[in-house]
Antibody, heavy 118, light 108 residues
Framework: EVHLVESGGGLVQPGGSLRLSCAAS????????MHWVRQAPGKGLVWVSR???????AYADSVKGRFTISRDNAKNTIYLQMNSLRDEDTAVYYC????????????WGQGTLVTVSS | EIVLTQSPGTLSLSPGERATLSCRAS???????LAWYQHKPGQAPRLLIY???SRATGIPDRFSGSGSGTDFTLTISRLEPADFAVYHC?????????FGQGTKVEIK
């Protein structure tokens, strides 16, 4: 069974940094692109970033230059390093995986809450 | 990027009633790469529909998706108590992937 467990959320001041982790199990981790999606309070879901099999990355414009996604296949884990955090980055952050090539995100973690506030 | 607009924002219905949710895209969705998710507070989003009309594994047949191009619909034929939640549409055919703002289906 696929399991994705996020950690690392918390309260951080504007301008601060935080690193999120997502531990994966139940599937061949190295065979899948992995994604981060967030949901701000009262808002819809927003795609944030993804990392492919070779470690190539892509980002939403709103986080480009501030966030860095990475993966460690030996630990079956992806990370999201978040720098220069802003109030508007406050959200629940989910890691997610597609079901198969050409399908949408079908496996999601429970999410971890990041609160940016002074 | 493709903007997805969901309507209505909130749908107030009773168990047993039919729910019809709309998702309109600002431009045509490539290969009908449109999905629907059910999302409850504190839980992970649950994939219901992909490819505009294909049910994901384990999803009951009271959930159905239709549409193409820029107009898509999720229909829940007879609402059960567990179906009251927020529903998101999502396009995964063009980068960046985008989501609608959600429709809340609440008990009337």
């Amino acid at each position: 069974e696929v399991h994705l467990v996020e950690s690392g959320g918390g309260l951080v001041q504007p301008g601060g940094s935080l690193r999120l982790s997502c531990a994966a199990s139940g599937f061949m981790f190295s065979n899948y692109w992995m994604h981060w999606v967030r949901q701000a309070p009262g808002k819809g879901l927003v795609w944030v970033s993804r990392v492919d099999l070779e470690g190539s990355t892509a980002y939403a414009d709103s986080v480009k230059g501030r966030f860095t996604i990475s993966r460690d296949n030996a630990k079956n884990t992806i990370y999201l390093q978040m720098n220069s955090l802003r109030d508007e980055d406050t959200a629940v952050y989910y890691c997610a995986r597609i079901v198969a090539v050409g399908t949408p995100l079908g496996y999601w973690g429970q999410g971890t809450l990041v609160t940016v506030s002074s | 990027e493709i903007v997805l607009t969901q309507s209505p924002g909130t749908l107030s219905l009773s168990p047993g009633e039919r729910a019809t949710l709309s998702c309109r895209a600002s431009q045509s969705v490539s290969s009908n790469s449109l999905a629907w998710y059910q999302h409850k507070p504190g839980q992970a989003p649950r994939l219901l529909i992909y490819g505009a009309s294909s049910r994901a594994t384990g999803i009951p047949d009271r959930f159905s998706g239709s549409g193409s191009g820029t107009d898509f619909t999720l229909t829940i034929s007879r609402l059960e108590p567990a179906d009251f939640a927020v529903y998101h549409c999502h396009q995964y055919g063009s980068s960046p992937w985008t989501f609608g703002q959600g429709t809340k289906v609440e008990i009337k």
